[in-house]
């Protein structure tokens, strides 16, 4: 019995302390981590609003919920370059997490995959870019589409399909699509073509 006892405290110990360093190691890496993900969203949000002012892009939130983000030609705020919204789908083996912007017609002006963790060398290709381009192909298909209706080729889409990734352009589209369709019923005034 003296033994168990014994064990048992000894597990107690070892367990405290594993705890205790966990929790050093995440009050040490949080901030860092926040930081990221704030860079993340800055980046896409430039590259999903190209027409929109520097530091004119608004986050519209209820409450603590982010709804979407509203961007402005300049900093006057007067008039208004698009909207931008993540859209989230579920791909072969991840979250695809995709910054969408469309103008204020619902036309695509702007695309950026911030998180995926796809199958490298086929859902990966999602962001690959090629030699010569500075831009992801398989994005650039998005750019001028109606954002409501964007679906890949076997969904009868325009947006060519990757060979192997099919589920993975298909989490893209169809998160981007339903996203926009959220979108438009939110937003007085948006006129999705």
Not at 32 to 40: A, G, P
Not at 46 to 65: C, E, F, H, M, R
Not at 161 to 188: E, H, P, Y
């Given at each position: 019995?003296?033994?168990?006892?014994?064990?048992?405290?000894?597990?107690?110990?070892?367990?405290?302390?594993?705890?205790?360093?966990?929790?050093?190691?995440?009050?040490?890496?949080?901030?860092?981590?926040?930081?990221?993900?704030?860079?993340?969203?800055?980046?896409?949000?430039?590259?999903?609003?190209?027409?929109?002012?520097?530091?004119?892009?608004?986050?519209?939130?209820?409450?603590?919920?982010?709804?979407?983000?509203?961007?402005?030609?300049?900093?006057?705020?007067?008039?208004?370059?698009?909207?931008?919204?993540?859209?989230?789908?579920?791909?072969?083996?991840?979250?695809?997490?995709?910054?969408?912007?469309?103008?204020?017609?619902?036309?695509?002006?702007?695309?950026?995959?911030?998180?995926?963790?796809?199958?490298?060398?086929?859902?990966?290709?999602?962001?690959?870019?090629?030699?010569?381009?500075?831009?992801?192909?398989?994005?650039?298909?998005?750019?001028?589409?109606?954002?409501?209706?964007?679906?890949?080729?076997?969904?009868?889409?325009?947006?060519?399909?990757?060979?192997?990734?099919?589920?993975?352009?298909?989490?893209?589209?169809?998160?981007?699509?339903?996203?926009?369709?959220?979108?438009?019923q939110q937003i007085d005034g948006l006129k999705m073509k």
């Amino acid at each position: 019995m003296k033994e168990i006892i014994k064990l048992g405290l000894i597990l107690l110990l070892v367990t405290a302390i594993a705890g205790a360093a966990l929790s050093v190691v995440n009050n040490i890496t949080k901030p860092k981590i926040e930081e990221q993900k704030r860079l993340v969203t800055e980046r896409a949000l430039v590259a999903a609003l190209p027409t929109a002012g520097k530091n004119a892009i608004d986050a519209v939130k209820s409450g603590d919920t982010l709804k979407y983000y509203i961007g402005y030609k300049d900093t006057t705020r007067q008039e208004i370059a698009g909207y931008a919204f993540i859209a989230r789908g579920a791909g072969y083996s991840s979250i695809i997490e995709t910054m969408v912007g469309i103008d204020t017609t619902g036309t695509i002006i702007g695309i950026k995959i911030m998180q995926q963790v796809e199958t490298p060398g086929l859902g990966t290709k999602i962001e690959e870019i090629q030699y010569g381009d500075d831009f992801p192909w398989f994005q650039k298909n998005f750019l001028a589409l109606n954002a409501e209706t964007v679906a890949v080729d076997k969904d009868n889409g325009e947006i060519p399909s990757i060979t192997g990734a099919t589920i993975s352009s298909r989490a893209v589209a169809n998160s981007i699509s339903s996203g926009a369709k959220s979108l438009s019923q939110q937003i007085d005034g948006l006129k999705m073509k």
